[in-house]
T-cell receptor
């Protein structure tokens, strides 16, 4: 139990569906992240939020839309995805950004399959 | 960008000590070195972090030479449950330069 909870753990969707991934952290952290991990590829940083403000957007297609309503919750809205978007989507949090000694706390991930 | 290089895979047997070395030639003065462990279909978990010399906790040791251009994660007496991917990272939280590389896939056999 890392203090970061992701739902759903598994999601299967068609290319025309709209779905959302949810992340909640119970650690009192100020920063939250979305990472994508495709098969046999390194983790890719998608989005970074600090105090509910987006501070990093790593050239992610617009079919992925993040939302951070407060410092404890982070969503990833999915729309018109492609099969190559099938991956493990990981949410993480840290106390703050820009910390040299910071630790990332990851959730268990949401396994997404796009048909 | 503090890129890291690690062996792609390593094999070991139960009870042995495993040392995984990571090179990070362009590490910045302010960068710490952090190691994470990841099991299949789970998020990475923090193992250990250090700046220089040696750091030890209940699960691992981290050796960092004076020039800090490399680091070695040491796992004493591994068990089957230590089979995982191990990532070495350098940098600060929150930005793209904190890069997860391909990691080292450790397989521990009976």
């Amino acid at each position: 139990e890392t203090g970061v909870t992701q739902t759903p753990r598994h999601l299967v969707m068609g290319m025309t569906n709209k779905k959302s991934l949810k992340c909640e952290q119970h650690l009192g952290h100020n920063a939250m992240y979305w990472y994508k991990q495709s098969a046999k590829k390194p983790l890719e940083l998608m989005f970074v939020y600090s105090l509910e403000e987006r501070v990093e957007n790593n050239s992610v297609p617009s079919r992925f839309s993040p939302e951070c309503p407060n410092s404890s919750h982070l969503f990833l809205h999915l729309h018109t995805l492609q099969p190559e978007d099938s991956a493990l989507y990981l949410c993480a949090s840290s106390q703050d950004i820009g910390q040299a000694t910071g630790e990332l706390f990851f959730g268990e991930g949401s396994r997404l399959t796009v048909l | 960008l503090a890129k890291t290089t690690q062996p792609i895979s390593m094999d070991s047997y139960e009870g042995q000590e495993v040392n995984i070395t990571c090179s990070h030639n362009n590490i910045a003065t302010n960068d710490y070195i952090t190691w994470y462990q990841q099991f299949p279909s789970q998020g990475p978990r923090f193992i250990i972090q250090g700046y220089k010399t040696k750091v030890t906790n209940e699960v691992a040791s981290l050796f960092i030479p004076a020039d800090r251009k490399s680091s070695t994660l040491s796992l004493p007496r591994v068990s089957l449950s230590d089979t995982a991917v191990y990532y070495c990272l350098v940098g600060v939280t929150g930005f793209q330069k904190l890069v997860f590389g391909t990691g080292t896939r450790l397989l521990v056999s009976p």
